[in-house]
């Protein structure tokens, strides 16, 4: 039987560390995005097909009925479901083909994240959740979303490569 010491573990080691580097460098993608300079937020990746933003909402971001513009719901549950499907494919880059939002609650200003999962797919289309939680916990808009695979190499991309 092949242990740690004879090299047993090492594809499984091999296979995490990748992936974890793959996840750094998602999250390096999106920090990078000229977008995010209006929005900003932070990626974190948090397991194979899972993704979290995290971001303040603040007056900037209000309708003329004092709560925040759809722009901003949408923006962060795409880039939640987007980079939760992403960080299962480690070549392409995904592109939104549609996406669905429901709106439950207001939000008002302060501390918002946005959770992302992988549902389904694997192979060209993938489909993903997301949920916008306010500071108590609380669910304010959800969204479903497909996405498909894109001829653009990730290892092209300002920012995935460190650059």
Wanted: glycine share 12%; hydrophobic share 40%; charged share 20%.
């Amino acid at each position: 039987m092949a242990g740690p010491e004879s090299g047993g573990h090492k594809p499984a080691k091999q296979a995490e560390a990748g992936a974890l580097a793959h996840y750094r460098a998602l999250e390096r993608l999106y920090a990078a995005a000229s977008i995010n300079r209006f929005f900003p937020s932070r990626l974190s990746i948090t397991g194979d097909g899972r993704a979290r933003i995290d971001f303040d909402v603040t007056q900037d971001y209000f309708h003329a009925a004092g709560a925040a513009h759809g722009t901003l719901y949408f923006k962060m549950l795409d880039d939640a479901a987007f980079y939760a499907c992403n960080a299962l494919v480690t070549d392409r880059f995904l592109l939104t083909t549609a996406f669905n939002l429901h709106f439950t609650a207001p939000v008002r200003a302060g501390p918002v994240h946005a959770e992302g999962h992988w549902v389904s797919g694997r192979r060209r289309v993938f489909v993903g959740e997301s949920r916008l939680v306010d500071s108590d916990g609380e669910e304010i808009a959800r969204g479903t979303g497909t996405f498909m695979r894109s001829h653009i190499p990730l290892s092209g991309l300002d920012g995935y490569a460190g650059t």
